[in-house]
């Protein structure tokens, strides 16, 4: 059984710093694609960044490149997203996603999801 566990989120302000984590269990993920995606009030979800576990190539979305870094660590089974200069507009639940293939931008795509862990950042 396919698990993603999120973790990490929390209450910042402007200008922080935070680090998600996403812990996969089930399965190998080496032909997988892991992604981050956020939702806020109101809204569909959003399309974040993304890492090719086989090679670590990573994918990120506009409004993001710069300031988040996706990252894996093997032998933790674990994804990262570094946020760097965190903005009110960050402000969302953030889930991670696992797939084989596909658009890495469209969450119909992904095989798996977490449970979400929110981010929250005053201005």
């Known amino acids: 059984q396919v698990q993603l566990v999120e973790s990490g989120g929390g209450l910042v302000q402007a200008g922080d710093s935070l680090r998600l984590s996403c812990t996969a269990s089930?399965?190998?993920?080496?032909?997988?694609?892991i992604g981050w995606f956020r939702q806020a009030p109101g809204n569909g979800r959003e399309f974040v960044a993304a890492i090719r576990w086989s090679d670590s190539g990573t994918f990120y979305a506009n409004s993001v490149r710069g300031r988040f870094t996706i990252s894996r660590d093997n032998a933790q089974n674990t994804v990262f997203l570094q946020m760097n200069s965190l903005k009110p507009e960050d402000t969302a639940v953030y889930y991670c996603?696992?797939?084989?293939?596909?658009?890495?931008?469209?969450?119909?795509?992904?095989?798996?999801w977490g449970q979400g862990t929110q981010v929250t950042v005053s201005s």
């Open positions: 089930g399965r190998t993920f080496s032909n997988y694609f």
């Open positions: 996603a696992a797939q084989r293939g596909g658009q890495l931008w469209t969450a119909a795509a992904y095989d798996y």
